[in-house]
């Protein structure tokens, strides 16, 4: 009777031993996971729809140079940053918003009406106006800027 006593008693400190180590490791573990998911989410929530100017600014076929000033908090400190980028639309309906930094090592690519080409003179990158490389050595086209239009109003997703 006194160890069946005595194995009961073992069972149960086994089992609030594990079950304290469980709410330690849970206390500890959920500020850990946070700071680590965090960040992500935090960005994901951050980014809104910014209005950049109107839709009908854009001409059939030619790209439309479009600037924005936004502000970023990093921190305790915010910063004001001017995003430009190139809005294009072949029928009036679909848009299309490239960044103008080149994805080469990050000039300004700028478009070139009368050869109908993106141009960056750091390294002669040559982008199509759909963003895509033509030549020189940019790795890959034009990074792509989520856009929409509601009511001519160009907006873009960022933040
Ligand atoms: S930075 Fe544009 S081609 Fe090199």
Redesign the pocket.
């Known amino acids: 009777m006194a160890e069946d006593r005595s194995v009961s008693r073992r069972s149960f400190l086994t089992v609030a031993t594990v079950a304290i180590g469980g709410v330690i490791t849970a206390i500890m573990g959920i500020p850990a996971v946070a700071y680590i998911i965090g960040p992500a989410l935090k960005k994901q929530s951050e980014q809104e729809w910014i209005p950049v100017g109107r839709a009908s600014k854009v001409e059939l076929g030619v790209p439309a140079l479009f600037k924005v000033k936004i502000q970023r908090k990093a921190g305790w400190i915010l910063n004001e940053q001017e995003l430009s980028f190139y809005v294009l639309t072949e029928d009036g309906r679909d848009f299309i918003a490239m960044s103008n930094i ?6 300004r ?1 700028r478009w070139v009406a009368n050869e109908g080409i993106f141009f ?6 040559v982008f199509a106006k759909d963003g895509t490389v033509l030549g ?3 790795p890959r086209p034009l990074d792509r800027v989520e856009v929409k239009v509601e009511d001519d109003q160009l907006f873009i997703l960022g933040g």
């Open positions: 080149c994805t080469h090592l990050g000039c690519a960056c003179p750091c390294h002669n990158g020189g050595p940019p």
